[in-house]
């Protein structure tokens, strides 16, 4: 795989490093999405998980963003439940639900239902191909990032059975079967590590780790069922590409996990990812340094006007400063959000961020 295009911009990967810049690199996550009309219109009357097993339609809604925007990084179209889907577990895509699991864990016994050992080439290459198909497509205009879901977010979908509130179901099997949640805990992180393996096999540049449910346990849980595995998946990944000679930096984005904030820059990641609920100088004097930082504003922002945009992007970058730092949004873009507000973020995040850096 080392024919593909020669790499144009790489200040993402060097902000992820906490190397020098010319501006602060800028991508949204959920960047492919429903509010571009043209993702809607591929998208239209296609069932979704089968859209994800398509190499040319997720590569084709990964390259609509850069088509129309500046973005430094790229992220493959794809979604955290293949991994549950490759483990034997049914989810649809229910319009105005979201994913559902007709089917999900109630009691530890269930777990006999999951494949333990999952081949990841044979149940996940549809993604691997994706991939690989969009490195070439790309043409070395800006990085590639792979992604997965983490452990504990994953595990809550599976037993929940779809998206909640409270995440009640899930959080019952933490405290009365410690045991069997760490078995599926430890199932999912081996599986996540050979996907993602799989992944920079295939040409991803940086890989994301999304804990979105971090923010529904309280800081013992979080030690205790999402952190450790956390860890393991950044150690064995990285020690895994060591011995393959490749340096591809990690990102780890665990939502409103406020109280892990400095355990998280001691996890083996490049890049920690924050919501918008953290105030940017002090998840800088918090995290000491040790790591770049990702994020963090609040994707209702794209509802100001584009001058206010313009404000608050300046306001951000002066409390993350310019140095590794990536600009980003503290969740996903929601669907009704106005593309041109996405191009004021963009635009505004390279155009203060080189004076600032100018003027240094």
Request: negative net charge.
């Given at each position: 795989?080392?024919?593909?295009?020669?790499?144009?911009?790489?200040?993402?990967l060097?902000?992820a490093?906490?190397?020098?810049t010319?501006?602060?690199?800028?991508?949204?996550?959920?960047?492919?999405?429903?509010?571009?009309?043209?993702?809607?219109?591929?998208?239209?009357?296609?069932?979704?998980?089968?859209t994800?097993r398509?190499?040319?339609?997720c590569?084709?809604?990964?390259?609509?963003?850069?088509?129309?925007?500046p973005?430094?990084?790229a992220?493959?179209?794809?979604?955290?439940l293949?991994?549950?889907?490759?483990?034997g577990?049914?989810?649809?895509?229910v319009?105005?639900?979201?994913p559902?699991?007709?089917d999900?864990?109630k009691?530890?016994?269930?777990?006999?239902?999951l494949?333990?050992?999952?081949d990841?080439d044979?149940?996940?290459?549809?993604?691997?191909?994706?991939?690989t198909l969009?490195?070439?497509k790309?043409?070395g205009?800006v990085?590639?990032?792979?992604?997965?879901?983490?452990?504990?977010t994953?595990m809550?979908?599976m037993?929940?059975?779809?998206?909640?509130?409270?995440?009640?179901?899930?959080?019952?099997w933490l405290?009365?079967h410690p045991?069997?949640?760490?078995?599926?805990?430890?199932?999912?992180t081996d599986?996540?590590?050979?996907?993602?393996?799989?992944?920079?096999a295939?040409?991803?540049?940086?890989?994301?780790?999304?804990e979105s449910?971090?923010?529904?346990?309280?800081?013992?849980?979080?030690?205790e069922?999402?952190?450790?595995?956390?860890?393991d998946i950044a150690?064995?990944v990285k020690e895994k590409?060591?011995?393959?000679?490749?340096?591809?930096?990690m990102i780890?984005?665990a939502?409103d996990?406020?109280?892990?904030?400095?355990?998280l820059?001691?996890?083996?990641?490049?890049v920690?990812?924050?919501?918008?609920t953290i105030?940017?100088r002090?998840?800088r004097?918090?995290t000491?340094?040790?790591v770049?930082?990702?994020?963090?504003?609040?994707?209702c922002?794209?509802y100001?006007?584009k001058?206010?945009?313009?404000d608050i992007v300046?306001?951000?970058?002066e409390?993350?400063g310019?140095?590794?730092y990536?600009?980003n949004?503290?969740?996903?873009l929601?669907?009704?959000m106005?593309?041109?507000s996405v191009?004021?973020?963009v635009?505004?995040v390279?155009?203060?961020?080189k004076q600032?850096?100018?003027?240094?």
């Open positions: 795989t080392d024919d593909f295009p020669q790499l144009q911009n790489d200040t993402f060097r902000a490093r906490g190397e020098e010319e501006h602060v690199p800028v991508w949204c996550m959920r960047q492919a999405g429903r509010y571009l009309p043209e993702f809607r219109e591929s998208r239209a009357g296609k069932d979704f998980f089968d994800c398509s190499p040319e339609a590569c084709e809604l990964t390259l609509q963003p850069l088509r129309r925007f973005f430094d990084a992220i493959i179209f794809s979604d955290i293949v991994i549950p889907q490759a483990m577990m049914d989810v649809q895509m319009a105005g639900k979201g559902t699991f007709p999900p864990l009691e530890p016994e269930d777990l006999q239902r494949q333990a050992k999952v990841v044979k149940e996940l290459g549809y993604v691997f191909k994706a991939i969009t490195r070439h790309i043409e205009k990085p590639l990032i792979g992604f997965t879901g983490a452990p504990w994953l809550s979908y037993i929940e059975g779809g998206g909640s509130r409270t995440f009640s179901k899930a959080k019952r405290y009365r045991e069997a949640s760490h078995m599926l805990l430890r199932m999912l599986v996540i590590v050979e996907y993602l393996l799989g992944q920079v295939a040409g991803a540049q940086a890989l994301q780790v999304f449910h971090a923010g529904i346990l309280g800081p013992v849980e979080f030690q069922f999402s952190l450790p595995y956390l860890r150690r064995c590409l060591k011995d393959a000679g490749k340096d591809i930096p780890v984005f939502k996990a406020h109280y892990g904030l400095e355990d820059s001691q996890s083996h990641y490049e920690v990812g924050l919501d918008w105030d940017p002090s998840a004097e918090r000491g340094g040790k770049s930082l990702q994020g963090n504003m609040d994707p922002a794209f100001a006007p001058e206010r945009i313009s300046k306001k951000m970058l409390g993350f310019t140095r590794g990536i600009a949004l503290g969740h996903g929601y669907p009704d106005d593309p041109e191009g004021a973020f635009e505004a390279h155009q203060h961020s600032m850096i100018k003027q240094k």
